[in-house]
């Protein structure tokens, strides 16, 4: 399969990602890079939130539930926007800006998406990894009971109910938008979603929040876009470590929340949206970030707190200048201690009940230095990123409006270094248990502030450029003045504005593509390689699965051992399976067939369990299994069934087989 053939897929996906979104944004009133910036944060929102309200009044999850939310909310907003004065309607934003930001995202990605594709390979290839079990079947689990309700998702594989059942489902939810509106494969659907998580909205949000922060600055909005592409630990990292999917898609969309942030506290320079519209956007973009990975709410807690503690200093200090009575502190005060103590509840109720295995891997020393190089988890420097940023960081000292920019920097920074430096202990628990102590989650993070500084420092560079070159005598200065400065493109935009974003983009796209991301890609590609010793699934396997659906009868169950792939039988053919995924609770009956199957023509206990369960079918996948995880061994009766007489065999490719129960009819 190539990648032309998943166009129609590509397209839904970034229809569903986009329109919704911009419809809803476009209600509330904004225009052109606020438009553009906050459609897929609003996206997800309709998304999340209406797949929440379709599960709660049993509506089939599809394309129609998007339309009625989106035309439901939109409608409200609208009505609800109309209430603002004149007075507080915005001046237009330039044109040029806009198309400028637009230009910036649009070579993001199209230089991270064609990255993903390398490292993915081919459209129906998956990632070989761990948590791409559970995703995969999820999807197909959505697909099958037409719920994608993030409270219900968990219970997939025997979720019973309450917290166990709840699951953050958006990004599930938009795999399965895009195989019901196009036909494609879970496997293809997947794929898909994660180009436009990773090349769609990931430059989008960093350049609307560039956009934010540092204001009109065409070079700034450029870089933005180009730098984006450069990270290895975002967006590439989440799609090789677990992989994390969810967390791809919530981080993707962090800086458009964290902008609107910077946008409710009138923060941004000259983007001066209505208070009221704002406030909206704020609030109706937490949903679709929560739903699509709670973690990333902790992680805007933790990046907006030096946002918040600036303006009510400055606040603080207007009323302090103005000799105001201690009563107006009154509000401020309190209001800030209330946030907090909201913020506390919400950083210790959202964590996971356990914390995983990952321990630090750096001193605390050589983790600050993976932060200052960007290159967290033993990756590579990324030099000219890393310059870009501290000039960045030069230039707020020397104009220090956005100093607090340099207070999410680093705390972004401080919780990497928690999780990749400090030992066993309270912190560490309390700073990273969030993200399971998993460092890898949050090294995606680091990326967000450091592309707005480099940003910064592009800029910057290019305006010393620009004065010294002013101030220059030589013969170049004077051949160009004469020509150059004459020549108006259009109004606030001449021929040298667009000579030197040209200039900066081809020079970054260079300098950060031709070593460290190119060398990172090449190395993870064999996570998705079908044939190795760590594979999930052989190209063997991929053929029987592909086999599967007209073999095995709609209402069979396959008994499978999750930890070789056999699990995959759900996501690929729309079987059903006894377990979905590796840490599925198995009851007894579930145990006895995993231990004795082969034995069924010889023990009533056995097809006792088989009946109770429906089992008709067996995969046998072998015995490389994943992670070579102890529990992978708890199946020996699906192990070498061709020389059980409980079983006969129905198909084979290569060593992977698939067997028909007949000691128990």
């Given at each position: 399969?190539?990648?032309?053939?998943?166009?129609?897929?590509?397209?839904?996906?970034?229809?569903?990602?986009?329109?919704?979104?911009?419809?809803?944004?476009?209600?509330?009133?904004?225009?052109?890079?606020?438009?553009?910036?906050?459609?897929?944060?609003?996206?997800?929102?309709?998304?999340?939130?209406?797949?929440?309200?379709?599960?709660?009044?049993?509506?089939?999850?599809?394309?129609?539930?998007?339309?009625?939310?989106?035309?439901?909310?939109?409608?409200?907003?609208?009505?609800?926007?109309?209430?603002?004065?004149?007075?507080?309607?915005?001046?237009?934003?330039?044109?040029?800006?806009?198309?400028?930001?637009?230009?910036?995202?649009?070579?993001?990605?199209?230089?991270?998406?064609?990255?993903?594709?390398?490292?993915?390979?081919?459209?129906?290839?998956?990632?070989?990894?761990?948590?791409?079990?559970?995703?995969?079947?999820?999807?197909?689990?959505?697909l099958d009971t037409e719920n994608a309700s993030s409270l219900d998702l968990g219970r997939m594989g025997g979720g019973g109910g309450g917290r166990s059942s709840i699951y953050p489902a958006v990004w599930h939810?938009?795999?399965?938008?895009?195989?019901?509106?196009?036909?494609?494969?879970?496997?293809?659907?997947?794929?898909?979603?994660?180009?436009?998580?990773?090349?769609?909205?990931?430059?989008?949000?960093?350049?609307?929040?560039?956009?934010?922060?540092?204001?009109?600055?065409?070079?700034?909005?450029?870089?933005?876009?180009?730098?984006?592409?450069?990270?290895?630990?975002?967006?590439?990292?989440?799609?090789?470590?677990?992989?994390?999917?969810?967390?791809?898609?919530?981080?993707?969309?962090?800086?458009?929340?964290?902008?609107?942030?910077?946008?409710?506290?009138?923060?941004?320079?000259?983007?001066?949206?209505?208070?009221?519209?704002?406030?909206?956007?704020?609030?109706?973009?937490?949903?679709?970030?929560?739903?699509?990975?709670?973690?990333?709410?902790?992680?805007?807690?933790?990046?907006?707190?030096?946002?918040?503690?600036?303006?009510?200093?400055?606040?603080?200090?207007?009323?302090?200048?103005?000799?105001?009575?201690?009563?107006?502190?009154?509000?401020?005060?309190?209001?800030?201690?209330?946030?907090?103590?909201?913020?506390?509840?919400?950083?210790?109720?959202?964590?996971?009940?356990?914390?995983?295995?990952?321990?630090?891997?750096?001193?605390?020393?050589?983790?600050?230095?993976?932060?200052?190089?960007?290159?967290?988890?033993?990756?590579?420097?990324?030099?000219?990123?890393?310059?870009?940023?501290?000039?960045?960081?030069?230039?707020?000292?020397?104009?220090?409006?956005?100093?607090?920019?340099?207070?999410?920097?680093?705390?972004?920074?401080?919780?990497?270094?928690?999780?990749?430096?400090?030992?066993?202990?309270?912190?560490?628990?309390?700073?990273?248990?969030?993200?399971?102590?998993?460092?890898?989650?949050?090294?995606?993070?680091?990326?967000?502030?450091?592309?707005?500084?480099?940003?910064?420092?592009?800029?910057?560079?290019?305006?010393?450029?620009?004065t010294w070159f002013a101030a220059s005598d030589g013969r170049l200065r004077t051949f160009l003045q004469g020509r150059l400065p004459a020549i108006q493109v259009s109004r606030g935009l001449r021929l040298q504005?667009?000579?030197?974003?040209?200039?900066?983009?081809t020079v970054l796209v260079l300098l950060t593509q031709m070593g460290t991301v190119r060398n990172y890609i090449v190395d993870s590609k064999i996570f998705y390689v079908r044939d190795t010793k760590d594979s999930?699934?052989?190209?063997?396997?991929?053929?029987?699965?592909?086999?599967?659906?007209?073999?095995?009868?709609?209402?069979?169950?396959?008994?499978?051992?999750?930890?070789?792939?056999?699990?995959?039988?759900?996501?690929?053919?729309?079987?059903?399976?006894?377990?979905?995924?590796?840490?599925?609770?198995?009851?007894?009956?579930?145990?006895?067939?995993?231990?004795?199957?082969?034995?069924?023509?010889?023990?009533?206990?056995?097809?006792?369990?088989?009946?109770?369960?429906?089992?008709?079918?067996?995969?046998?996948?072998?015995?490389?299994?994943?992670?070579?995880?102890?529990?992978?061994?708890?199946?020996?009766?699906?192990?070498?069934?061709?020389?059980?007489?409980?079983?006969?065999?129905?198909?084979?490719?290569?060593?992977?087989?698939?067997?028909?129960?007949?000691?128990?009819?």
């Amino acid at each position: 399969m190539s990648w032309l053939e998943t166009l129609p897929a590509l397209l839904a996906a970034l229809a569903v990602v986009l329109l919704p979104g911009a419809a809803l944004a476009w209600a509330l009133g904004f225009r052109r890079t606020s438009l553009f910036g906050l459609a897929p944060l609003l996206s997800l929102t309709l998304a999340g939130v209406g797949a929440v309200a379709a599960g709660w009044l049993k509506v089939p999850w599809g394309p129609g539930v998007v339309l009625v939310v989106t035309l439901l909310v939109s409608a409200g907003a609208w009505f609800l926007t109309r209430w603002r004065t004149p007075a507080e309607t915005p001046l237009p934003e330039r044109w040029t800006v806009a198309a400028t930001a637009i230009a910036g995202a649009g070579l993001g990605a199209l230089i991270i998406g064609r990255r993903i594709t390398q490292l993915v390979g081919a459209p129906d290839n998956i990632s070989q990894r761990y948590d791409n079990v559970f995703h995969l079947n999820a999807v197909r689990y959505v697909l099958d009971t037409e719920n994608a309700s993030s409270l219900d998702l968990g219970r997939m594989g025997g979720g019973g109910g309450g917290r166990s059942s709840i699951y953050p489902a958006v990004w599930h939810s938009l795999c399965a938008l895009v195989t019901q509106l196009t036909g494609a494969e879970v496997a293809v659907s997947v794929n898909v979603v994660n180009i436009v998580a990773g090349a769609v909205i990931w430059p989008i949000s960093i350049v609307f929040l560039t956009r934010v922060v540092l204001g009109p600055r065409l070079i700034a909005l450029l870089a933005a876009g180009v730098v984006s592409a450069g990270f290895m630990a975002f967006p590439y990292l989440l799609l090789v470590w677990g992989p994390l999917f969810p967390n791809l898609l919530s981080a993707s969309v962090l800086p458009a929340v964290i902008a609107t942030v910077v946008l409710v506290c009138r923060s941004a320079p000259s983007l001066d949206e209505p208070r009221l519209r704002s406030w909206l956007a704020l609030l109706l973009g937490l949903p679709g970030l929560a739903l699509s990975h709670m973690s990333s709410v902790n992680a805007l807690i933790a990046f907006t707190a030096p946002i918040l503690l600036w303006k009510l200093a400055a606040h603080l200090r207007g009323l302090a200048q103005r000799r105001a009575p201690m009563a107006q502190y009154a509000v401020p005060v309190l209001s800030t201690l209330a946030a907090a103590a909201v913020a506390a509840v919400i950083w210790q109720a959202v964590r996971p009940g356990f914390y995983g295995r990952w321990k630090p891997h750096q001193t605390v020393a050589g983790a600050v230095g993976e932060v200052i190089g960007n290159a967290p988890m033993g990756t590579n420097v990324a030099v000219l990123i890393s310059v870009l940023a501290v000039m960045g960081l030069v230039a707020i000292v020397r104009r220090p409006q956005h100093l607090w920019l340099v207070g999410c920097y680093f705390m972004a920074g401080f919780l990497y270094v928690v999780g990749a430096g400090f030992g066993s202990g309270w912190a560490r628990e309390f700073f990273t248990g969030t993200w399971y102590q998993d460092t890898n989650r949050l090294a995606a993070y680091l990326p967000i502030f450091a592309t707005v500084l480099a940003a910064l420092g592009a800029s910057a560079g290019v305006d010393a450029a620009r004065t010294w070159f002013a101030a220059s005598d030589g013969r170049l200065r004077t051949f160009l003045q004469g020509r150059l400065p004459a020549i108006q493109v259009s109004r606030g935009l001449r021929l040298q504005d667009l000579a030197g974003g040209l200039v900066v983009c081809t020079v970054l796209v260079l300098l950060t593509q031709m070593g460290t991301v190119r060398n990172y890609i090449v190395d993870s590609k064999i996570f998705y390689v079908r044939d190795t010793k760590d594979s999930i699934l052989s190209s063997d396997e991929y053929k029987l699965l592909d086999r599967l659906a007209t073999e095995v009868p709609k209402d069979a169950v396959i008994a499978v051992n999750p930890w070789n792939g056999g699990s995959l039988a759900y996501a690929f053919a729309d079987r059903q399976v006894l377990e979905f995924h590796q840490t599925q609770r198995m009851n007894n009956d579930m145990r006895i067939v995993a231990q004795d199957l082969a034995e069924a023509d010889r023990s009533p206990q056995v097809c006792d369990a088989v009946r109770r369960l429906k089992v008709s079918y067996a995969l046998d996948f072998g015995n490389q299994y994943l992670l070579n995880h102890p529990s992978s061994l708890r199946y020996p009766g699906l192990q070498d069934l061709e020389t059980s007489k409980a079983v006969e065999l129905v198909d084979q490719e290569g060593e992977a087989k698939l067997f028909k129960v007949t000691a128990c009819t």
